[in-house]
């Protein structure tokens, strides 16, 4: 995460969302909080689920899915400063 939180360090803010495994696992998710805090950023994480079609019983119009989640975290901090 950190060479995206890099390239918005002028802005202050990155935005990154993630559908990686080890974020289904609630410790994995306060470890990274805490890793951050303790680093000086501000972190919180927004869990969105999302249906992902598999396939349609052409006889009934039946949708099956199975559903993703979308791991979105939010990192703040004091932005770089560019100009003198």
Do not use: C
């Amino acid at each position: 995460m950190m060479p995206i939180v890099v390239r918005h360090g002028v802005s202050g803010v990155a935005r990154i969302n993630s559908e990686g495994l080890p974020f289904e696992d609630p410790a994995a998710l306060a470890m990274l909080i805490d890793v951050f805090s303790e680093r000086g950023f501000h972190t919180t994480v927004n869990v969105t689920r999302v249906g992902v079609p598999l396939r349609i019983d052409l006889q009934t119009g039946e949708i099956y899915s199975q559903e993703k989640k979308v791991f979105a975290f939010t990192v703040r901090f004091r932005s770089a400063e560019i100009r003198g």
